[in-house]
């Protein structure tokens, strides 16, 4: 069965310091694979996508995330976090071919101290 | 570029009414869905539609919800004798064919109360 699963329910980083949040998925073809990002009480912004071709994307916000079909991973980067980060960030999983729909992980929530 | 809006954004009901939310796509969007994200979990698809098709439909979608496109526009999401359990938030999301690799942008949720 198809999954995503984010190992991370909660992290906290000071501003500033790098970010990685983890991302593993469980699809039997090459999945699309996208982050978003939801803050308190609102819908979900999409930070970046993977379709196909180069494995390292760039999002907006500084985010960056790799593809590793090796490891079945899209892990979400950031050199430097910005106290404006704070949020809960999803990674999902999508593909064609039949049906449409996302998966989703069930999520991060990132605290920012100052 | 105006974005997906959903209508409206809070409603507090109480136990077996009657409750419906309204969804306006990315107007040249041919596909849009819905799903429903709990406290503390992940957004669980429910239904999409294309154009005005209706054509998948999640287990979770019970007897007491139904969704409509009449038009191939807007969208109507309703449930039915509404039960605690169905209090969350209800997202709708739109996209537009290219084929197979789309991308859903969301709108600003529903959040349902039921006492």
């Not at chain 1, 930070?47 to 494995?55: A, E, I, P, V």
């Not at chain 2, 309204?22 to 969007?29: K, Y």
């Not at chain 2, 819905?34 to 439909?57: C, D, H, I, M, S």
């Amino acid at each position: 069965a198809q999954s995503v699963t984010q190992p991370d329910i909660h992290i906290t980083v000071s501003e500033g310091a790098s970010l990685e949040l983890r991302c593993n998925y469980s699809y039997g073809a090459t999945p699309y694979l996208f982050w978003y990002v939801q803050s308190p009480g609102q819908g979900l912004q999409l930070l970046l996508k993977y379709f196909s071709g180069d494995t390292l994307v760039q999002g907006i916000k500084g985010f960056e995330a790799e593809f590793k079909r090796s490891q079945s991973s899209f892990n979400l980067r950031k050199p430097s976090v910005h106290w404006s980060d704070a949020a809960e960030y999803f990674c999902a999983v999508g593909r064609g071919s039949g049906t449409y729909k996302y998966i989703f992980g069930t999520g991060t929530r990132l605290k920012v101290l100052a | 570029d105006t974005g997906v809006s959903q209508n409206p954004r809070h409603k507090i009901t109480k136990r077996g009414q009657n409750v419906t939310f309204r969804c306006d796509p990315i107007s040249e969007h041919n596909r849009l869905y819905w799903y429903r994200q709990t406290l503390g979990q992940g957004p669980e698809f429910l239904t999409y539609f294309q154009n005005e098709a209706q054509l998948e439909k999640s287990r979770l979608l019970s007897d007491r919800f139904s969704a409509e496109r009449p038009k191939g526009s807007f969208s109507t999401l309703e449930i039915q004798r509404t039960e605690q359990g169905d209090s969350a938030m209800y997202l709708c999301a739109s996209s537009a064919t290219s084929g197979g690799a789309e991308t859903q942008y969301f709108g600003p949720g529903t959040r349902l109360l039921v006492l």
